[in-house]
């Protein structure tokens, strides 16, 4: 009798499942392996991108400080200020040196991270200069040396503020890279799990899920990369950061000072009887003053600081590692710059609000809004000056009180 010939049909067809499913295992790990490995070399360079904006973050506040003890020693002759001042240049021009770029930046980006330490030191020596003619009693040759290294300090606080940006875009780019790696590391274990329990279906599933894998990545990086813009974009007008990109380094840096137990401060600043000039002179004539606001607002800041537009006549400043004491110093220099100024047409002047984080503030909304009400009480008390909140609050307790 002959034998039927489905024992062994099936045999076949069960022997051919299991090597697919064989198959399906060995590149399945194999994939896994590849993306632990890109993960892995991914998590590498994002630390990497981290401590180097950590460290541009340091030398930012570090360069910043140098700038005020040199020219707080010209100007008052303290020796204090100028021991600071030796100390900070020592320590900047190590922290310039031991800078170094990710491989993976053009080379646009990184001639700019190695021309960065030449610049440092030879403006860190041209404010040692300023310092040792004080020092000689040489006050005029002192304050105009202080006074032709400001260009040179603005070039480097560009060419730093660039390397910083350079900094955070590559990092973010890292992470949405590493978020999208783990996305699909977890999907394909998925798919491979479904391998295992359905081996007859082993092949056509595997085939729908990568399928589906693949929209859902080019879905998921269309997404991110919308979204890279719109943190990247800057104000059309002036040029500036616009409201979303200051919301975004707001958050970081009040998580930050929180953390850290550092000094916040944030600036508004408005433009006085903006309606009136528009009406009076016309809105072209309105856009060139907010382009010169802006770019007098961008010469001013420190380099650790961040001006945005935060709309209509309205700019925002954030100020790391200041209390408010300094506060109330850069908004006076602010609002003194803007009358030294040459404006079209009428003197243009602005009112400015300030606020410094405090244990009772809970969210960067409520500084925000506590340097808002500072600015309220400028304009509604005069225009033209500068008020900080503490000074507001201790106004309506006092008012309450009597």
């Given at each position: 009798?002959?034998?039927?010939?489905?024992?062994?049909?099936?045999?076949?067809r069960?022997?051919?499942?299991?090597?697919?499913?064989?198959?399906a295992?060995?590149?399945?790990?194999?994939?896994?392996?590849?993306?632990?490995y890109?993960?892995?070399?991914?998590?590498?360079?994002?630390s990497?991108?981290?401590r180097?904006?950590?460290?541009?973050?340091?030398?930012?506040?570090?360069l910043?400080?140098?700038?005020?003890?040199?020219a707080?020693?010209?100007?008052?002759?303290?020796?204090?200020?100028?021991?600071?001042?030796?100390?900070l240049?020592?320590?900047?021009?190590?922290d310039?040196?031991?800078?170094?770029?990710?491989?993976?930046?053009?080379?646009?980006q990184?001639?700019?991270?190695?021309?960065?330490?030449?610049?440092a030191?030879?403006?860190l020596?041209?404010?040692?200069?300023?310092?040792?003619?004080?020092?000689?009693?040489?006050?005029?040759?002192a304050?105009?040396?202080?006074?032709?290294s400001?260009?040179?300090?603005?070039?480097?606080?560009?060419?730093?503020?660039?390397?910083?940006?350079?900094?955070?875009?590559?990092?973010?780019?890292?992470?949405?890279?590493?978020?999208?790696?783990?996305?699909?590391?977890?999907?394909?274990?998925?798919?491979?799990?479904?391998?295992?329990?359905?081996?007859?279906?082993?092949?056509?599933?595997?085939?729908?899920?990568?399928?589906?894998?693949?929209?859902?990545?080019?879905r998921?990086?269309?997404?991110e990369?919308?979204r890279?813009?719109?943190?990247?974009?800057?104000?059309?007008?002036?040029?500036?950061?616009n409201?979303r990109a200051?919301?975004?380094?707001?958050?970081?840096?009040?998580?930050?000072?929180?953390?850290?137990?550092?000094?916040?401060?944030?600036?508004?600043?408005?433009?006085?009887?903006?309606?009136?000039?528009?009406?009076?002179?016309?809105?072209?004539?309105?856009?060139?003053?907010?382009?010169?606001?802006?770019?007098?607002l961008a010469?001013?800041?420190?380099?650790?600081?961040?001006?945005?537009?935060?709309?209509?006549?309205?700019?925002?400043?954030?100020?790391?590692?200041?209390?408010?004491?300094?506060?109330?110093?850069?908004?006076?220099?602010?609002?003194?710059?803007?009358?030294r100024?040459?404006?079209?047409?009428r003197?243009?002047?602005?009112?400015?609000?300030?606020?410094?984080?405090?244990d009772s503030?809970a969210?960067?909304?409520?500084?925000?809004?506590?340097?808002?009400?500072?600015?309220?009480?400028?304009?509604e008390?005069?225009?033209?000056?500068?008020?900080?909140?503490d000074?507001?609050?201790?106004?309506?307790?006092?008012?309450?009180?009597?």
């Amino acid at each position: 009798m002959a034998l039927s010939p489905h024992p062994t049909s099936t045999n076949a067809r069960w022997l051919g499942l299991l090597i697919l499913t064989a198959l399906a295992v060995v590149v399945g790990e194999s994939l896994t392996q590849r993306g632990a490995y890109q993960v892995a070399e991914e998590q590498r360079l994002l630390s990497h991108e981290l401590r180097l904006q950590g460290q541009i973050s340091s030398i930012a506040s570090q360069l910043s400080e140098a700038e005020l003890c040199q020219a707080a020693y010209v100007g008052t002759g303290r020796a204090d200020y100028a021991q600071r001042f030796r100390r900070l240049r020592k320590t900047l021009t190590r922290d310039f040196g031991e800078l170094r770029p990710p491989g993976t930046l053009v080379q646009a980006q990184q001639q700019r991270f190695t021309q960065l330490p030449e610049q440092a030191r030879a403006y860190l020596g041209h404010l040692e200069h300023a310092v040792t003619l004080r020092e000689a009693q040489r006050l005029p040759e002192a304050f105009a040396a202080l006074q032709s290294s400001q260009q040179e300090g603005s070039t480097l606080q560009a060419s730093v503020a660039l390397v910083q940006k350079s900094s955070q875009r590559e990092s973010l780019r890292r992470e949405q890279s590493l978020r999208l790696e783990n996305q699909r590391q977890r999907a394909e274990a998925i798919g491979r799990a479904a391998l295992f329990t359905l081996a007859l279906l082993g092949a056509y599933l595997l085939l729908r899920v990568e399928r589906r894998l693949q929209l859902q990545r080019l879905r998921t990086l269309q997404k991110e990369n919308e979204r890279l813009r719109e943190l990247t974009e800057e104000d059309g007008l002036t040029g500036l950061s616009n409201r979303r990109a200051f919301d975004s380094r707001l958050d970081m840096e009040w998580q930050r000072a929180r953390r850290y137990k550092l000094p916040l401060s944030v600036v508004v600043l408005d433009v006085d009887s903006f309606k009136s000039y528009n009406d009076t002179f016309g809105h072209p004539a309105g856009d060139v003053i907010l382009r010169r606001m802006a770019s007098a607002l961008a010469q001013t800041a420190r380099l650790s600081d961040t001006v945005a537009r935060y709309g209509g006549e309205e700019f925002s400043l954030i100020l790391p590692h200041t209390d408010s004491t300094e506060a109330m110093i850069v908004g006076e220099r602010l609002r003194a710059l803007l009358l030294r100024s040459e404006w079209p047409n009428r003197p243009v002047t602005a009112s400015i609000g300030l606020a410094t984080l405090t244990d009772s503030m809970a969210s960067p909304e409520g500084l925000v809004g506590a340097a808002d009400s500072a600015l309220y009480f400028a304009k509604e008390h005069g225009r033209n000056q500068v008020v900080h909140w503490d000074s507001v609050g201790s106004t309506e307790n006092s008012g309450s009180r009597a």
